[in-house]
């Protein structure tokens, strides 16, 4: 009966399309061959980790090097190609190699940016200025893969982690980096380890069964999630069931329309602060591509929460959404709470008055709420 249910996994089954690994998945992989041939002498190929939600995929080696006379001395490098699947992604088929060297005792994981992986340059990001563009979950994906080679092997887990992509700083013209202030190459990424493929007529229609399911279900609220992070902070919220979570991806305009016409008597939409301060400021589509964060928006709905004129400057001016929120928020100006407020009113102006009662959760990196609404309905 696993047809019959709704969810992200349904979801992504029904487009047919073929997920693909994040570049936080590949480069994992690639520090685990790479720690696991400086230890034994030997590179795992395949070699499999272990995904945060508990999946095992095996990679394949497009790469090796053993610089080390004699195993536990030295450095070795591993690399695997990134299969992004059928997502469009600029670095589907980017080599992405992990450098591991030993540290002295003590030392602990130390991470390290290659050619082809950026810098943070300016505040507003997930890590300080000054570090390697590798995000959270994937320096924490490593560290737990290294730890466990260690103990395997019998040795310390202190070492010195470079990862690279060939022709990653070229590749990264295409992405946002540059304008946010990760500057000579790309980002390495991911919450699940998984890319989720975006097919804009595919994955509409999903979100369309997935709300008809739901309906089937008798479920009377549902929630339009923008990716993994907002989806558990719904169930935490909430406890929703599976089949009354809905995958909007950036396609929020696709879950109002839909429930448009075929209503429920609540949905919640939850998303990051960022996302979510778009359609607060009348995007539909909320893919970096099709819509920006607005700057001036923010700052004019800071002033409308009691922000002075040189606090809502600094928001006109700030590197990123967050770092928008992060300043209001050391202020005492509730910005979150006024672009959930405002991303709900404009959610009700899009169901034209359907019999939904509409709630709004904003969040952080982290599934933090940083803003929220009571349900309202027309």
């Not at 994992?28 to 034994?40: F, H, I, K």
């Not at 070795?76 to 589907?92: E, L, Q, S």
Request: proline fraction near 6%; charge should be negative.
């Amino acid at each position: 009966m696993s047809e019959a249910k709704g969810g992200r996994g349904a979801q992504l089954k029904h487009t047919g399309l073929r997920s693909g690994w994040t570049t936080g998945a590949c480069a994992t992989a690639a520090t685990t061959a790479a720690y696991t041939a400086l230890l034994s002498g030997d590179f795992p190929d395949p070699v499999t980790i272990t995904l945060p939600r508990g999946q095992t995929p095996a990679f394949a080696l497009a790469a090796e090097e053993l610089g080390a006379e004699e195993p536990g001395a030295g450095w070795a490098m591993a690399a695997v190609v990134k299969d992004a699947g059928d997502d469009p992604d600029v670095t589907h088929g980017a080599l992405i190699r992990s450098t591991v060297r030993l540290l002295p005792p003590g030392s602990g994981v130390v991470f390290r940016a290659g050619e082809g992986v950026g810098t943070i340059t300016l505040p507003g990001l997930p890590l300080p200025v000054g570090e390697p563009a590798i995000n959270p979950v994937p320096r924490q994906m490593m560290t737990e893969h290294v730890t466990r080679v260690a103990a395997e092997h019998g040795a310390s887990a202190d070492v010195e982690i470079t990862i690279s992509v060939d022709h990653g700083a070229e590749i990264a013209r295409s992405t946002w980096n540059p304008r946010l202030g990760i500057l000579g190459g790309l980002s390495i990424l991911g919450t699940t380890g998984i890319v989720v493929p975006y097919s804009c007529s595919a994955w509409i229609d999903s979100i369309r069964r997935g709300v008809d399911v739901a309906r089937a279900a008798g479920r009377t609220h549902v929630a339009g999630c923008t990716g993994s992070t907002s989806e558990k902070t719904v169930v935490a919220e909430y406890g929703l069931p599976e089949d009354a979570l809905l995958d909007m991806g950036d396609f929020a305009g696709a879950v109002l329309k839909y429930v448009r016409r075929h209503p429920v008597d609540r949905l919640t939409i939850c998303g990051g602060f960022a996302k979510l301060s778009k359609l607060a400021a009348g995007h539909l589509d909320l893919h970096s591509a099709r819509s920006q964060v607005d700057k001036a928006f923010l700052a004019a709905l800071a002033r409308e929460g009691g922000a002075s004129e040189a606090l809502a400057a600094q928001v006109s001016t700030a590197n990123t959404g967050l770092a928008a929120l992060e300043l209001c928020t050391a202020a005492g100006v509730p910005l979150g709470d006024l672009v959930a407020t405002r991303a709900r009113d404009e959610a009700l102006a899009v169901l034209r008055g359907a019999p939904v009662a509409v709630d709004v959760l904003c969040i952080d990196r982290a599934g933090t709420v940083v803003g929220r609404t009571t349900p309202t309905g027309p």
